[in-house]
């Protein structure tokens, strides 16, 4: 059987392993098909692409990237798979989500600053070396200065809603997202949908939206969940007829989450990987 994982970051964004380590990990799990979808952008496909080609890795890359837009007052994630990572209207949009993420950034640290945390930017931009400034690097800058313990920690206490160094999100409607994956040749996949802490009825109308501005797919499964909750994301997947994809959510080793680890889809559920399966004409 092959096996997918279809959801993972580098260091080029927020993860903690470079591109070899993470393509290194993979092969090391036994996962045949797997994708990088870094958060607004495509800088660790070619030098992916490249290691792959000079280990000689049993391993098929998707090209892929996690675009991060607004919708209500939530921020929600999507997902494209199979795209083109030279098209200019792909480029256009992940270069104004960049410079959002870096304004975002230099006032995080500037209230944070404010608050007591002196030279936290700078901190932050070190974690990051040439990649860019998440608020995930701002955690882990945190939690290097002793403020809490781990990332649920420094959210609840710095980084979340309401909290010393939370800013809000301008990023680009789920419609912009979208076309700009459409025009690059791409499948657009709503990420994580039970991460939102949404309700049931909130996550419908989020389907009914996501559907009708041309989305493709939705993840169904994730290494880090109930038997229950899966069932219901596949039954919603076929009552809106989205295709279902699965992914780790890679970003670093713990002990809870692994590449490829429990990453299956229920049955009747429709594999995103049929799409392009289908258009090269062979089964992988």
């Keep these: 059987m092959i096996k997918y994982d279809l959801h993972s970051h580098t260091t080029h964004s927020d993860g903690h392993l470079t591109v070899e380590e993470l393509l290194a990990r993979a092969v090391d799990k036994n996962i045949d098909v797997f994708a990088i979808t870094d958060h607004d952008t495509v800088a660790a496909i070619e030098p992916a692409r490249a290691f792959i080609k000079r280990e000689n890795l049993p391993l ?45 950034a230099i006032e995080i640290g500037h209230r944070l600053n404010k608050n007591g945390f002196e030279g936290i930017y700078q901190q932050a931009r070190e974690l990051a070396e040439n990649a860019q400034i998440t608020r995930a690097h701002f955690a882990r800058a945190l939690i ?70 041309g989305g493709d797919a939705m993840e169904v499964a994730q290494p880090q969940q109930a038997p229950s909750e899966r069932q219901f994301l596949g039954l919603l997947s076929q009552e809106y007829e989205l295709l279902c994809s699965q992914g780790s959510d890679f970003h670093f080793p713990t002990s809870y989450l692994e590449l490829g680890k429990n990453l299956y889809l229920p ?18």
């Design 60 to 104: 098929k890359l998707i090209n892929g990237v996690e675009i991060s837009t607004k919708w209500e007052s939530f921020e929600i994630h999507i997902v494209g798979l199979n795209i083109d990572t030279n098209d200019s209207t792909l480029h256009t949009l992940l270069s104004e989500q960049q410079q959002k993420r870096e304004t975002r």
């Design 144 to 213: 290097e200065r002793g403020v809490a313990k781990n990332f649920p920690g420094v959210f609840k206490k710095y980084l979340g809603r309401g909290k010393t160094g939370y800013v809000p999100s301008n990023w680009c409607d789920m419609q912009t997202a979208i076309a700009a994956i459409h025009a690059a040749g791409g499948v657009a996949v709503l990420a994580h949908p039970s991460s939102y802490k949404m309700s049931n009825k909130w996550l419908r109308k989020l389907l009914v939206e996501f559907k009708s501005v």
């Design 267 to 284: 049955k009747d559920c429709q594999g995103v990987w049929q799409i392009w399966e289908k258009h090269e004409g062979v089964a992988l």
